[in-house]
């Protein structure tokens, strides 16, 4: 489309002119974030640049959802993903035609089923009155599903909870206390499921968003860390780390947008999109540093701070702040090395 502002996909963005009923309109938004190649978190900062209301939950929603989304939620998000003012006029007129559609399909429906009831009740109003009550209950049990798909969506979809390691999963195998292996300091063992700080290497940093960082994870005080972390096991082996934001809500630590390449931006954002760039294999290691090397699934690489490559200083990866980055593995790496440690509150909690 020629008036097309932004979005990094190839060719032109998704036509919204052959779209015929809500399934693809919905359909049709989530191709439109695809081809604009931003995360949700990267098009609630684009929305509120230039004064729009985008939260990134209620994007999940949109897109999780079996009904027309609400006129301005459209018209913001379509900017975000980079269009301009006439690919957002034609989203918004192929929205209200549907709307419109949608409200003289009720109508139909509603006069024939009153013409029904007269013929079948005698007018004694009865059951016609039975059958209006319930008319109001069917958008509630059309939220109730899509809230349901969309709790399903954000904790982990995919095939791989067919397999067991999803919300349904077996996840009473994982012992219930810290590896042996830790207590007696020898090598470590299989790690434990449950909320965890993410400490890095041998420091007291942990794994960390920094404010307008767009979901990007840091070593950073733990005081204070966000988002919260549990590791989640998965099948074969595999753990999922989960994430709860205390304003974006739940979602999944991964490689932004599945990069192959090195260095890749670590990011917290909703799960399900990334596939098995936001699972991962918890590899034990008892040097340089005890802990565990966090491998994606999909490239094999290694998770670590970031070192500014060969022309950065020699403390690059011990300052804080320093990203965290799918990298190349490498065996004398303490910064590639980390700890999974129970929250101070959960500590606190038990001594009291």
Aim: hydrophobic residues 35%; neutral net charge; contains cysteine.
């Amino acid at each position: 489309m020629s008036d097309v502002t932004g979005g990094p996909g190839a060719g032109e963005s998704p036509d919204p002119g052959a779209i015929r009923d809500a399934g693809e309109f919905i359909a049709g938004l989530r191709a439109l974030r695809e081809w604009s190649g931003f995360t949700y978190r990267e098009l609630t900062a684009r929305a509120e640049a230039v004064g729009d209301v985008l939260p990134r939950s209620t994007v999940a929603n949109m897109l999780a959802r079996t009904t027309l989304p609400r006129e301005e939620l459209v018209a913001a998000y379509v900017r975000a993903c980079g269009s301009g003012p006439g690919t957002v006029d034609s989203w918004l007129k192929v929205r209200k035609e549907l709307a419109a559609a949608g409200v003289r399909g009720a109508e139909e429906a509603r006069d024939s089923g009153t013409e029904a009831a007269d013929g079948a009740g005698g007018g004694s109003g009865g059951a016609g009155a039975g059958k209006r009550r319930t008319v109001p209950a069917v958008p509630v049990v059309l939220a109730l599903v899509a809230a349901v798909a969309a709790w399903l969506f954000a904790w982990g979809g995919g095939d791989e909870d067919k397999q067991g390691g999803g919300p349904g999963g077996d996840r009473g195998s994982t012992a219930a206390s810290e590896p042996a292996g830790r207590r007696g300091g020898g090598p470590v063992s299989r790690p434990v499921a449950g909320e965890r700080l993410v400490k890095v290497g041998e420091s007291d940093l942990c794994l960390t968003e920094r404010s307008g960082s767009s979901g990007h994870l840091y070593q950073g005080p733990c005081a204070g860390a966000i988002p919260r972390f549990t590791l989640v096991p998965r099948a074969g082996g595999t753990w999922r780390i989960a994430t709860l934001h205390p304003t974006y809500g739940e979602g999944c630590m991964g490689v932004q947008r599945s990069s192959r390449q090195t260095p890749a931006p670590l990011e917290n954002d909703y799960c399900g999109r990334r596939g098995k760039a936001e699972t991962f294999r918890l590899e034990p290691v008892a040097r340089p540093v005890e802990g565990y090397r966090i491998r994606p699934l999909h490239t094999g690489f290694c998770l670590g701070v970031d070192d500014g490559g060969p022309d950065a200083g020699a403390d690059t990866a011990d300052r804080l702040w320093a990203e965290v980055v799918q990298t190349e593995c490498a065996a004398d790496a303490a910064r590639q090395i980390f700890r999974f440690e129970p929250p101070v509150r959960a500590s606190a909690a038990r001594s009291s």
